[in-house]
């Protein structure tokens, strides 16, 4: 009698041969790159260190792309967007110290956005390890230990037999629900040394699922079934988790309006009947949600943007379906389901039942209208007329990428992305410099669509240098810079707060120049003629930059009002 964990998978013939007769020249990096490989890494992105120098001479032998950036934050911003849109692990290869601490904000937003990142560091020689002071370029007591509160799991390894047992299992890590980045270490001399270890050939790329407990989707569906003004706020985890369709099958049969967070951005269909698109950080749509007797949160917190600055007071009962378990009740109490959004969506598919409610939307439009009215009587009309500028010139197909600027905030609330996975910023962490090296990424990841890139001046400076790897690669990214000569938010909240803006105002280059300076062209543009400019160079290949001299305002904020 045989059990299943009783079967050995025995190697081929010439499977015998290559791991009898490895070729020679190989290194610890080549571990490193042949795992990589064998886990379905097509592409890696990085910015080579001494220490590192393993990793990189072993990508010279191996048929994977390499994607360098002028600076490692840059090169994490680039590897989150990639892991983004394809939903696989973007590898970062990074040097000791200086290099691994400068990607600290890029996986701190990769982890808020559960963006899976695979980051893969050099360390000093395995002889400075231990916490000692010898005095090592670069050296740290406990590098990992300034990552341990960023990413999700830490992996060290400290002799080469370990190499593809860890860097599997970081990459599960990163794909399991909640995706998110994770860390691996490896000392100089590992990555150095010569190896007789055989080739990598294989690797177990299937991350571990995360399904609902069926006795909590029972009554959820159960909840939902019975409501009489049921409602629902989709999240980044609906995006992540590749549960769109299933989301509006759910909405649909519920007969239950949908209003998306800034990270769930295209989870449900923007000009839906029941779509309360994404106005969440309005009292009109708050009031709406706390009215709701059955409110399901899928793939959200409900943290700061969400619950609209944490006035949100829901009356009724809340189910929230989320994977990061850190997350579940941590703002409301609910009948929390720790689970995938896909899976969990589909058990509530398989047990709910429907229900007819001819007035869901009505009471949308109503809501819209509310919304509307609101934003119209603040004369608003230029900020509104650029979005939808942005809007029309982008095809309905590309992914737009956008910094922390006053734009972005109003594409928040504002902008239609057309579809799942299509925008993406940096609400996550909040820090600049996401937009331009994201917007790279998501070229890199998908080649066949121009990309969009929004940020304000403020936030191009963080990206500047990556001017240089557009061009170097001709990524296909067109590059939206709205120059108001300051950090434009800051400017606004100081002065709404203390009368008067102190540390906000900039020096302004002239970026059409700067731009071309790197041999990318570049175009001045006003309101008036922003769509034809943009449109023209996101209809052109390679990368450009269009430049919008304006000072945007936000609309007036409801949170305050409460």
């Known amino acids: 009698m045989t059990h299943d964990h ?32 064998a886990l ?31 600076v490692e934050n840059n090169a994490g911003f680039a590897a989150d967007a990639y892991g983004r849109i394809t939903g696989e692990a973007a590898p970062l290869l990074l040097s000791t110290g200086p290099g691994a601490l400068t990607s600290l904000a890029a996986l701190q937003e990769a982890a808020a956005a559960s963006a899976p990142v695979l980051a893969i560091s050099s360390q000093i020689p395995s002889a400075g390890l231990g916490g000692g002071r010898h005095g090592y370029l670069h050296e740290l007591p406990d590098q990992s230990a300034s990552f341990r509160g960023v990413v999700k799991s830490v992996h060290t390894v400290r002799t080469q037999s370990q190499i593809p047992s860890a860097v599997e299992a970081a990459w599960k890590s990163a794909l399991t629900a909640p995706h998110g980045p994770v860390w691996v270490e490896i000392p100089q001399d590992v990555l150095l040394a010569e190896t007789s270890i055989p080739v990598v ?8 699922e995360l399904p609902p407990r069926p006795e909590l989707t029972a009554v959820a569906a159960d909840l939902l079934s019975r409501a009489e003004r049921p409602a629902i706020i989709a999240g980044g985890g609906v995006v992540r988790a590749d549960a769109s369709g299933k989301l509006k099958q759910l909405a649909e049969l519920l007969q239950a309006p949908v209003v998306s967070t800034p990270g769930g951005k295209g989870a449900f269909p923007w000009k839906h009947p029941l779509s309360l698109q994404s106005w969440i950080e309005d009292r009109h749509t708050t009031d709406f949600l706390e ?15 969400s619950s609209n600055y944490h006035t949100f007071k829901p009356r009724g009962r809340v189910v929230q379906i989320e994977a990061d378990l850190g997350k579940l009740e941590s703002n409301h109490p609910a009948l929390g389901i720790h689970a995938d959004a896909r899976l969990a969506l589909q058990a509530l598919l398989e047990t709910v039942s429907a229900r007819e409610d001819a007035k869901a939307p009505e009471r949308v439009r109503e809501v819209l209208a509310k919304v509307a009215e609101r934003i119209g009587s603040q004369e608003l009309t230029l900020e509104q007329d650029v979005l939808a500028a942005v809007r029309r010139a982008l095809p309905a197909g590309s992914p737009s990428f956008w910094d922390m600027t006053i734009l972005a905030y109003w594409a928040w609330s504002a902008f239609d992305a057309k579809g799942p996975n299509h925008m993406h910023s940096a609400q996550g962490a909040g820090g600049l410099g996401y937009g331009f090296p994201a917007a790279l990424g998501g070229a890199v990841a998908d080649p066949t669509r121009p990309v969009l890139a929004v940020s304000g001046d403020g936030g191009a400076l963080y990206s500047i ?8 690669y001709d990524l ?75 000072v945007l305002r936000m609309f007036a904020a409801t949170h305050l009002e409460s």
Request: no cysteine; hydrophobic share 40%; proline share 7%.
């Open 476 to 550: 296909n990214v067109t590059w939206l810079i709205v120059d108001d000569g300051g950090y434009g938010i800051l400017r606004e909240y100081m002065t709404d707060a203390f009368g008067e803006a102190t540390a906000t105002e900039l020096t302004r280059p002239d970026y059409v120049a700067l731009a071309e300076s790197f041999g990318v062209p570049g175009v001045r543009t006003t309101p008036e003629t922003l769509e034809a400019d943009l449109a023209k160079a996101l209809g052109e290949p390679g990368p450009s930059v269009v430049v919008l001299p304006a």
């Open 291 to 305: 009215d709701a007797d059955v409110l399901l949160v899928v793939g959200s917190g409900l943290g700061e943007l």
């Open 465 to 472: 240098a990556e001017l240089a790897t557009a061009r170097q």
């Open 6 to 37: 009783d079967l050995v998978l025995r190697p081929t013939e010439a499977q015998t041969s290559a791991a009898l007769n490895p070729p020679p020249g190989r290194n610890g990096g080549d571990l490193v790159v042949e795992t990589l490989a």
């Open 201 to 208: 050939t294989g690797g177990d790329a299937f991350p571990e």
């Open 40 to 70: 379905g890494t097509t592409t890696v992105f990085g910015l080579p260190g001494q220490h590192a120098l393993g990793m990189f001479d072993a990508l010279r032998r191996s048929d994977l792309r390499y994607i360098g950036l002028r």
